[in-house]
């Protein structure tokens, strides 16, 4: 299962206090009403950002152990934790349903992908708002030669290594312990063309409009495309 041994490590790796503050701001901007669910929340920085502006906030995980590690911070009763699987969206209707972070990523066929946004429309209020991200197709060619990371934390020696093939990113972790022992962890993510996106939104009768690195508009090159969604007024 993913980030059962990432979770202790994942906020020591990607935390990016900026970058949860541009997250804030982009929903701050887009999203009008205050329930929101959000989908795949990790471990739960920006959940507990927007929660102490307010938001309330359903937020759920596949990984337990990232659940775990929310509940941990300062904020997190604000919000209701859950853990399942963003291809099935808990029952209810929301201001706002969001999925961050490259998590849509890991839905690894189109079906799913279809099914996801058929999810959210039906889930939405009308006027509500589908915010997700996910790697930009320029993500393909950076890692066709192989990135490496090493370092240390909490006194584990660890490398992270990333390499693309076809549409696939593939990610793998290795924690090492000082008696040279470890724990592994792989990760498979799908990125899909952009203009098939924008399809597949549209037929679920979105209005969409789209932000490369959240201040760029449109789809221009860049790390990752933001998809700002609306149902419609009915």
Known sequence: MMYEVLASYYDALVKDETATKAWVKLIDENVHGKKILEAACGSGEITIALAKE??????????????????????????????????????????????????????????????????????????????????????????????????????????WSIESEDDRIYQTFAFYDGDGNYQLEQHVQRVYDPEWILEELHKCQFSVQVKTDFTQEGIVPGEKQFYICRRKIQ
């Not at 808990?90 to 849509?104: E, K, M, T």
């Not at 009308?126 to 006194?155: A, K, W």
Request: net charge negative; proline share 2%.
């Open 54 to 159: 307010g938001y309330q906030i359903k937020a759920f995980d596949l990984s337990e152990q990232m659940i775990q590690q929310a509940k941990q911070k300062a904020g997190s009763e604000l919000v209701e934790w859950s853990c399942g699987d963003m291809r099935t969206l808990p029952n209810g209707s929301y201001d706002a349903i969001l999925c961050l972070c490259d998590s849509f990523n890991y839905l690894l066929t189109k079906e799913e992908v279809r099914q996801f946004f058929i999810q959210c429309y039906a889930h939405l209020v009308p006027g509500g708002t589908l915010i997700v991200d996910m790697h930009s197709m320029d993500r393909l060619q950076e890692f066709m030669e192989e990135y490496n990371e090493t370092g240390c934390i909490d006194g584990h020696d660890y490398q």
